[in-house]
């Protein structure tokens, strides 16, 4: 990584989650993911996040989360930041997941809450900086009570804001007011984990966004940043408004990755919207609402010349 971090937004300001793409046999395709991560940084990206929910990081395995990690570093990591998730409810695992992360280049950690197991707040502060300890890397907490069952309760935001490689969070609670009472208190940078929360998240001090509507509209949403940024907060929310079909379109069902794939077809960016079990393949039917919404949002069309598959 040669980019200078900036304290403010140490993973950049806008880093979409990407999906993992997969070719018809259901292999990992990793020149796609290339040419995606490089289409998604001359967009605007400033960061990409493999191996996330969205990157179907349960059903893909270490040797080809590191060679998704080594080749996306090579063709993008001198400008944009790759962060690499690190999740698991078993410890042991999310701490190798992100020794591996860290040995095939990654620039920084997302790591999610211990899932399914519901551990209390002790156990959820040690395993966060179990892993913290494992690398040099900095660390993007992870906090999504609707996939983990638990929540990362004020005063463990307290106790991990202390540890030196703990330097934000991805907020997916949807809970902004709690979110700017943690970010005020702790210092951490505070990221939009929703995208449909972008505005409100940054009305309340969040320095970015983790998205997966990004795939499809990097350039709008850099444009409502940009707008955001000058203080032109109403054209912020004009652009942002316009995007608002994509945004249910493609997050409304709670299938992001589904959809999103569906999504990256249609524009042309993605030459195969195949998914590993459980994940199934969108019908005919929400493939012709992500159309519609694509359309509505004037995103259809707009960005299938800019990459080839």
């Given amino acids: 990584m040669v980019l200078p971090v900036i304290a403010e937004r140490p993973f950049g300001s806008l880093l979409t989650a990407m999906v993992t793409p997969f070719d018809a046999a259901g292999d990992v395709d990793v020149e796609a993911a290339v040419r995606l991560a490089t289409y998604l940084v001359d967009q605007g990206n400033d960061g990409i996040l493999l191996h996330g929910t969205t990157g179907e990081a349960p059903t893909t395995h270490t040797p080809e989360k590191a060679e998704v ?28 997941m992100a020794e591996q992360a860290a040995q095939a280049g990654a620039d920084g950690l997302l790591v999610v809450t211990p899932y399914y197991s519901r551990p209390s707040q002790e156990g959820v502060y040690r395993h966060f900086v179990a892993v913290a300890d494992a690398t040099d890397l900095p660390v993007m907490l992870y906090d999504i009570p609707g996939r983990t069952g638990v929540r990362i309760a004020p005063g ?3 106790r991990l804001a202390a540890h030196e490689k703990i330097v934000a969070v991805k907020d997916a609670t949807g809970d902004v007011y709690t979110g700017a009472l943690n970010r005020a208190r702790t210092g951490l940078a505070l990221y939009s984990g929703d995208d449909g929360l972008y505005l409100p998240f940054l009305s309340v001090g969040a320095v970015g966004l983790v998205s997966v509507v990004s795939h499809v509209a990097t350039a709008q949403l850099v444009a409502v940043r940009d707008a955001f940024d000058a203080g032109d907060h109403a054209r912020a929310v004009e652009l942002f408004t316009r995007l608002a079909p994509a945004i249910d379109g ?9 959809m999103v794939k569906a999504a990256l077809v249609e524009l042309g960016l993605l030459a195969s919207s195949t998914l590993r079990l459980p994940q199934v393949a969108a019908t005919e039917t929400e493939i012709a609402a992500v159309r519609a919404a694509l359309v509505a ?3 259809l069309g707009a960005a299938a010349s800019h990459i080839a598959v």
């Fill in 69 to 96: 990690i080594r080749a996306v570093v090579d063709a993008v990591g001198d400008r944009a930041c790759v962060l690499a998730g690190a999740g698991s409810n078993d410890t042991p695992h999310a701490v190798r």
């Fill in 250 to 258: 493609i997050m409304g069902a709670g299938f992001g990755v589904v």
């Fill in 297 to 299: 949002s004037g995103l």
């Fill in 156 to 158: 463990t935001y307290d």
